[in-house]
Each structure stands twice: as structure tokens, then as C-alpha cells.
């Protein structure tokens, strides 16, 4: 299958990033190569620096940005690790960064990458198929408690109890290895008239996706290192999908816009840490309605800007 994916909020990305034709950018989530072309578009005597973790995702960027060749340098690994992998390369320091938190359409739509409940497919749901941990894994070896955890707080969804309960009970007859049998498992512990909003497979395949993969804890460590990368007037543009991740990074915006930690009846400050920049976006931006309705996955989509400043 070709790697197909909307790049969400491309126009405007790429307005946020405020992109200088000599400037060093990054894109922690290069997938079909979408934002990437449009800053390479606009690059001179710049670099671009794009990390994925998908094979799929590393053959195609490569094809599409050929023709930049001579600008691009592309890294086959996870986000978290782009500060020290462009330190390697020399680069402490960068003008603009961009992470789209989404899943690609490519991966959703690919059946047999087991990311989506609409195919009958084993459960793997890895982003990276070098990693050992795959949603099989999870759903079978997990205990109870666990999984209603993860469903619960990753899911957020209201029957991650019984979810996790029926998940047990299924397991110990026989292992869960596909999409369908986790479906018809999860239907099952859902009442019916709950059950028409929306496929009731949703919040669990999100949470067992974000397990596989951790994807928040990859977020959480390592937004600190992507504002302390920014140069003066860099900006990190941050798409994200669903509450947690965007609560993830509106915090950490603020909590480098204000660092302060001295108690609040201290009449001045004596920690002595000082604002790494400022939220661009108080609120976030969201999809236009010509995008929403050429790609409905973008509904639930936030973009968040930062932009670093000189020390105090």
C-alpha cells in the first residue's frame, strides 16, 4: 500500500514556523513526508532533520524529499531520541520543530499492522516492528488491573472495568490474537444502547496503541529537550489528537513561559530560573472547515506553538 497521510494543519504549520531559508528545522514525525516538503520548499543554505520510527514511513520520506537531498538529512528512530542523535551530527541548536502526534493513515489503513478495529488482523500495533512489544502482548499478558488501568486512563473509557474483566475471563480459555476476537470481546462488556456511540473498540485500541508504542511517556520526556534545542526565536509546533497529549504539552508550554517554583507569598523570586519563551497559542488552533471536511480524522486535532527567547 502507497503511505498515504493528510498532513493536518499544513498551512497552518507551516505559518507558525516562521521558516528563514537558512534556518535548521526538525520533524520528530516525518511520516509521508507532508510538513517536511513544504519547509524544504522553502530552504536555502538550511537544513532539515527528519526522524521516524516506521520503516514504511523512512522508504517513503526518502523518495519524496530527493529533491532535496543535498538539505535533508533523514533518521530512521523515535523523537525521543533526536536531541542526542543531532548533538552527534554536530547540531545543538535549531530554528523550528514540528511533531504531528497522529497516526498515519498509511498505518490505520494497512490491515495487517493491526492498528485499526475496521480489519480482522493480528494485534501488533507497533510504530516501530524492531520493538519485541506488540498489543498481543499487552492484552494477554497484562494483568487485569493493569489492563483496566491503561483502558481507564488511556482509553478514558467508562467500561475499562468490565473491558478488562471480559479481556480475562476470554484470555484464559484461549489467547486474544486478533482485531475481531478483542472487538466482539469488548462489545460484549459494553450494554447495548451504549453501544451506537460510536464503534465501542475506539477507546480501548487507543489505549493499547498508546501502551505499545508510549507514546505519552515518549511526549513527556521529551518536550524540555525540544524547547531547550530552539534557537532564539525558534518555535516548536506541536499537532496533537486527544486530551492527553495536548494537556501534556499546553503544561509544559507553561511551565517553561513561568518556571518559577518559589512559593506564591514570596514578594520576589529566588529560584532564579528564568522564562524559555512564550505560548504562542493561548488557545490552540484547530482544523478549517474546508480541512474537516476533506479529512474527518482531523477533528480532534490541536496545534500548539512555542516560541523561545532570549535568556532574562
Known amino acids: 500500500m502507497e503511505f498515504n497521510h493528510y498532513s493536518v494543519m499544513l498551512a497552518e504549520t507551516i505559518e507558525q514556523l516562521h521558516i528563514k ?27 532539515f532533520y527528519g526522524f521516524d520510527q516506521d520503516d514504511a514511513a523512512i522508504v517513503t520520506a526518502t523518495e519524496r524529499l530527493k529533491t532535496f537531498e543535498d538539505k535533508v538529512t533523514i533518521i530512521r528512530d523515535n523523537y525521543c531520541n533526536a536531541k542526542a542523535r543531532l548533538h552527534e551530527l554536530g547540531v545543538n541548536g535549531v530554528d523550528g520543530i514540528v511533531l504531528d502526534l497522529g497516526v498515519s493513515s498509511y498505518q490505520f489503513d494497512t490491515e495487517e499492522r493491526g492498528f485499526s478495529y475496521r480489519f480482522d488482523a493480528p494485534l501488533d500495533m507497533r510504530m516501530d516492528r524492531r520493538q519485541a512489544l506488540t498489543a498481543k502482548e499487552i492484552v494477554n499478558e497484562y494483568p487485569e488491573m493493569e489492563l483496566f488501568r491503561l483502558i481507564r486512563d488511556y482509553g478514558e473509557d467508562p467500561f475499562a472495568k468490565n473491558i ?3 479481556i480475562a475471563q476470554a484470555r484464559a480459555d484461549k489467547p486474544i490474537e486478533t482485531t475481531f476476537e478483542l472487538n466482539e470481546i469488548i462489545k460484549a462488556a459494553i450494554p447495548a444502547k451504549m453501544r451506537q456511540k460510536g464503534h465501542p473498540s475506539k477507546q480501548t485500541f487507543q489505549a493499547l496503541r498508546i501502551e505499545c508504542n508510549h507514546e505519552l511517556d515518549v511526549l513527556r520526556n ?33 511551565k517553561a513561559e513561568d518556571p518559577c517554583t518559589c512559593p506564591p507569598e514570596f514578594p520576589v523570586c529566588v529560584c532564579g530560573k ?7 497559542t493561548r488557545k490552540p488552533i484547530l482544523p478549517g ?24
Open 21 to 47: 531559508p537558512d534556518g535548521i528545522y526538525v520533524d520528530g514525525t516525518l511520516g509521508g513526508a507532508g510538513h517536511a516538503s513544504e519547509v524544504c520548499k522553502r530552504l536555502t543554505t538550511g537544513h
Open 274 to 280: 528564568k522564562p524559555l519563551g512564550r505560548s504562542v
Open 222 to 254: 521529551s518536550l524540555e529537550d525540544f524547547i531547550e534545542l530552539l534557537q532564539p526565536g525558534g518555535r516548536l509546533c506541536i499537532i496533537t489528537f486527544h486530551s492527553l497529549e495536548d494537556r501534556l504539552v499546553k503544561n509544559a508550554y507553561r
Open 289 to 312: 472547515a474546508k480541512e474537516l471536511e476533506e479529512n474527518s480524522r482531523s477533528k480532534s486535532a490541536k496545534l500548539r506553538v512555542f516560541e523561545k527567547i532570549e535568556e532574562i
Open 164 to 166: 478488562a474483566k471480559h
